[in-house]
């Protein structure tokens, strides 16, 4: 799953990052990841390589603010923030192969 270059623009800005090599490798597969626990989950795939889709931006947000960054105290919340809006997504028959209450 490829991401483009102004999606990873957006992560980047919502981890606080300027433009560097290495970060954006991490920030790649840490989107990457994030888009297959969505799978795993139920959402489907192709919306979670839609890149436009403001629901599933915010959850990759979320995401990646918990898991980027070795000394991160705001990693607890923004993992409650990524659970909270992924039980939403699955919660919409539009974005899952399965509805969840």
Request: aromatic share 8%; with cysteine.
């Given at each position: 799953?490829?991401?483009s270059?102004?999606?990873l623009d957006?992560v980047?800005?919502?981890?606080r ?11 790649t597969?840490?989107?990457e990841?994030?888009?297959h626990?969505l799978i795993?989950l139920g ?21 990646a ?21 992924r039980d ?10 399965f509805?969840?209450?």
């Amino acid at each position: 799953m490829a991401v483009s270059a102004e999606y990873l623009d957006k992560v980047r800005r919502a981890v606080r990052r300027s433009v560097n090599a290495q970060t954006d490798q991490e920030l790649t597969d840490i989107i990457e990841e994030c888009r297959h626990d969505l799978i795993c989950l139920g959402v489907k795939s192709e919306k979670t390589i839609d890149e436009k889709d403001p629901l599933i931006l915010g959850a990759v947000r979320c995401f990646a603010r918990w898991k980027f960054g070795l000394d991160n105290d705001d990693a607890p919340l923004n993992r409650e923030d990524y659970f909270a809006m992924r039980d939403e997504l699955r919660k919409r028959v539009e974005y899952c192969t399965f509805q969840t209450k």
